[in-house]
């Protein structure tokens, strides 16, 4: 079964530096999200992307964060100058259909830990 | 705020015994998800049941919804050492999902 799979599984970044989580998703999709888990908390919406555009983002999405799709296969999330309070593991999902008012399931990653010292 | 909040937090049963986990929502919603997420990996879609629906089955998975109360529940049947895992509803106003806490549920064999 097709997968979306994220990449590192594991990244530790000092605080201030960048960093690019990158996402495969699933081939025939065409709506991509990332979300976020701080240790212990809820899942969190970051950000949804349609057609090389933002459909939605949440207020954790500040200007520290972007996101790409730079080529047909890859989706990034780029934290421009990271702080303490991103450590949290980061998870891509993707859709074939739209899930507007969740009416379509998302596809989800196995996430990358992200640890900032 | 959508969020859908599922109780118990933890829940612990012998294998071949029933969970159920439920779940409630703050305002009204067109659908509602269910997710399982095992420890170290991502969310696993299980389940999606729309408003006009008030069951559904997949397998051993049974899930009810009460609009009027704003719940739902997941029913595991049988269960098996390998349905240890937190369990999340999930709810959308938009194209975001939104997750309660979710309920960590450990089968012992």
């Known amino acids: 079964e097709p997968e979306v799979t994220q990449t590192p599984s594991h990244q530790v970044t000092q605080m201030g530096q960048e960093v690019i989580l990158r996402c495969v998703p699933i081939s025939n999709h065409l709506y991509f999200y990332w979300y976020r888990q701080i240790l212990g908390q809820k899942v969190e919406f970051l950000v949804s992307f349609y057609n090389n555009e933002i459909s939605e983002k949440s207020e954790i999405f500040d200007d520290q964060f972007s996101v790409e799709r730079p080529d047909g296969s890859n989706f990034t999330l780029k934290i421009r100058s990271t702080k303490l309070e991103d450590s949290a593991m980061y998870f891509c999902a993707s859709g074939r259909d739209s899930s507007y008012r969740g009416n379509q399931p998302q596809h989800f990653g196995d996430g990358t830990r992200l640890s900032i010292l | 705020s959508q969020q859908g909040e599922e109780d118990p937090q933890a829940l612990s049963i012998q294998e071949g015994e029933n969970a159920t986990m439920n779940c409630s929502y703050k305002?009204?919603?067109?659908?509602l998800q269910w997710y399982r997420q095992n420890s170290g990996r991502g969310l696993v879609h299980l389940i999606l049941i729309r408003s006009n629906e008030r069951e559904k089955h997949s397998g051993r998975l049974r899930v009810t919804l009460d609009t009027s109360k704003k719940s739902s529940s997941l029913l595991i049947t049988a269960s098996r050492a390998a349905d240890t895992a937190s369990y999340f509803c999930a709810t959308a106003g938009s194209y975001q999902l939104t997750f309660g806490k979710g309920t960590k549920l450990s089968v012992i064999p």
């Open positions: 305002t009204s919603i067109n659908n």
